[in-house]
């Protein structure tokens, strides 16, 4: 099992920059991947990026060139640095954890809200 478990979601003007984290906790040494997913209201939850144990990472398109995930591998924490922000970017961004046997691990969420 995975705990995972948001934090620094909040609310910011359009051309803002936030950082969520993500820590894991429990079993995290079976983690293949983790990285963020969102949902703004109305939508489906969309992929936003992701990064593996090898460093690999991929983004969405709409992302692209503003948003950085990283890693501190010693504190199993994933990063999402958020630039340039713009307002349909609100969404409760999510992070999401595979494993190397397939099983997938959600966090509970946390908004991120971008002001016009």
């Known amino acids: 099992q995975v705990q995972l478990v948001e934090s620094g979601g909040g609310l910011v003007q359009a051309g803002g920059s936030l950082r969520l984290s993500c820590s894991a906790s429990?079993?995290?040494?079976?983690?293949?991947?983790q990285g963020w997913y969102r949902q703004a209201p109305g939508n489906k939850r969309e992929f936003v990026a992701t990064i593996t144990r090898g460093d690999s990472t991929i983004y969405a398109d709409s992302v692209k060139g503003r948003f950085l995930i990283s890693r501190d591998s010693a504190k199993n924490t994933v990063f999402l640095q958020m630039n340039s922000l713009k307002p349909e970017d609100t969404a409760v961004f999510y992070c999401h954890c595979r494993t190397y046997d397939s099983r997938e691990y959600w966090g509970q969420g946390t908004q991120v809200t971008v002001s016009s």
């Open positions: 429990g079993s995290t040494g079976s983690i293949w991947k």
